[in-house]
Nanobody, 124 residues
Framework: QVQLVESGGGSVQAGGSLRLSCAASGYLSSSFCMGWFRQPPGKVREGVAA???????SYADSVKGRFTISRDNAKNTLYLQMNSLKPEDTAMYYC??????????????????WGQGTQVTVSS
């Protein structure tokens, strides 16, 4: 099992930036996929971005060109750099991890390990 702890959320104005972090502890596996998800109030959790252990990345269309997912292997930490934030980016953001590929990365039901979430609020 992997323990995940998110940080870095907050309140910003539209057009601003935030960087989320997700510290991971425990054993993942040699091949794994880590993702960022978000859940706006009253809506379904949705995939934002994912990164595989081989470095490959995937993004939701709504964040392409604005968000960047990365991972520091030495620190066992996952990041999400969010630029040009919009009010519709307001949500609770979660990181998640699973073994294997990132095929179907946006399907939150396929992830076993989750963090507790960090709130991002973007005002207009």
């Amino acid at each position: 099992q992997v323990q995940l702890v998110e940080s870095g959320g907050g309140s910003v104005q539209a057009g601003g930036s935030l960087r989320l972090s997700c510290a991971a502890s425990g054993y993942l596996s040699s091949s794994f996929c880590m993702g960022w998800f978000r859940q706006p109030p009253g809506k379904v959790r949705e995939g934002v971005a994912a990164i595989h252990s081989d470095g490959g990345t995937s993004y939701a269309d709504s964040v392409k060109g604005r968000f960047t997912i990365s991972r520091d292997n030495a620190k066992n930490t996952l990041y999400l750099q969010m630029n040009s934030l919009k009010p519709e980016d307001t949500a609770m953001y979660y990181c998640a991890a699973r073994r294997g590929t990132c095929y179907g990365w946006y399907n939150y039901g396929t992830y076993i390990d989750w963090g507790q979430g960090t709130q991002v609020t973007v005002s207009s």
